[in-house]
């Protein structure tokens, strides 16, 4: 066992193509393939390929959640103090991997990718659900040989995918941490997916979606817009210290901005299941559900009912933090202790 690296650098960055025979098959109908899935890895794995873990990003996340700033990447990883030998998640003993998600805009397919015509998708990009990008992840899982995860851990937009693959894909998970997320979007919150999305609509750079050949760089400023205003439904202090406005306008895809969202939006783990208590009984991995007690996005109150809900073993934690929804990103002390907890 080594524990040499202090500061780990991905073991492997890579780029897998998938769908390329047979295409996915969204849930709205349309086909979407071949795509590709950017990804990082930490740590190797084991003879087996059971000792994986599988860490979903949020919304403004990509697959670089350790390591140094670097190409694409203007700052650290995200979870740089957690991923590591000897750390909470421990590379010592976890074969870790973080997808970029797909409709992403940081190597995964997503609007601005080439379309088979060879020119950006742009406005043709299909509608995505949190189900769709779950099915195109389970499909990763498989040309990565892993049938099933030690842990899937997702924060935010990336905890609604850890739902969904704890419900649709129960015998793929040992474990299931939920961050700073919610089981189906409240009123209030997809009322303001939808002005974000008109912000960045209303641009007139935005150019109906395909702005990739014109000069300019697309609608920044409707961006720039719609990300203030996402950030003023988070709570907490807003003291720059999680990520800059203007780091997340040099590596973010407007576009990318708005499938995500509309993603997000449509999100509800009860939907065509009973309803969400419903959905939640069928959970029966051990799980973690952690909150931000300065959360507004999605508040504490409706972490504990959700953890309620779940049908199998549930330990609940909430972080203390002046950061708002951001606090699952920015209170890595808090949350080494809290992952140490989920990985024993």
């Known amino acids: 066992m080594t524990t040499t690296q202090t500061n780990p650098r991905a073991d492997h960055r890579h780029v897998l193509e998938l769908f390329g025979e047979q295409p996915l098959r969204l849930e709205s109908g349309d086909t979407l393939g071949p795509i590709t899935i950017a990804h990082e890895s930490w740590g190797q794995p084991n003879a087996s390929r059971s000792n994986g873990v599988l860490l979903l990003h949020g919304f403004s996340g990509d697959s670089h ?18 991923i590591g030998p000897g750390r909470a998640i421990d590379t010592d003993r976890f074969f870790v991997v ?13 609007p601005g990718s080439p379309a088979p015509d060879g020119r950006p998708w742009g406005s043709r990009f299909p509608a995505l659900t949190i189900r769709d990008q779950v099915e195109a992840e389970v ?50 919150t997809n009322a303001c997916h939808r002005s974000q999305i008109e912000a960045i609509q209303q641009d007139p750079a935005f150019l109906g979606g395909d702005f990739y050949d014109h000069p300019g760089g697309g609608p920044r400023a409707g961006l720039a817009r719609a990300r203030r205003m996402a950030r003023r439904t988070y709570g907490g202090i807003e ?4 990520e800059e406005g203007g780091v997340f306008l040099e590596r973010f895809d407007a576009n990318s901005y708005i499938v995500l969202t509309q993603a997000m939006t449509g999100h509800d783990v009860g939907r065509g299941r009973g309803g969400v208590a419903a959905a939640l009984a069928r ?9 931000v007690s300065s959360d507004r996005l999605f508040p504490p109150h409706s972490q504990r009912e959700m953890a309620r809900a779940i049908g199998g073993p549930v330990r609940f934690s909430a972080i203390d933090s002046q950061h708002g929804h951001d ?12 992952l140490r907890q989920s990985l024993a």
């Open 65 to 82: 959640a350790a390591g140094p700033a670097g190409p694409g990447h203007p700052s650290r990883g995200w979870w740089d103090g957690l």
């Open 98 to 110: 973080c997808p970029n998600v797909l409709g992403g805009c940081q190597g995964s397919t997503g």
């Open 139 to 188: 499909a990763f899982s498989d040309r990565l040989q892993i049938r099933r995860w030690q842990a899937v851990i997702g924060g935010s937009m990336g905890g609604m995918r850890a739902m969904e693959w704890a419900i649709a894909h129960p015998g793929r998970l040992e474990r299931l941490v939920l961050l700073a997320t919610t089981a189906r979007c409240s009123e209030r």
């Open 239 to 242: 003291d720059g210290s999680v």
């Open 283 to 291: 959970i029966s991995a051990p799980s973690h559900v952690v909150s």
């Open 327 to 338: 606090g699952f990103l920015a209170e890595q002390d808090q949350l080494a202790s809290i």
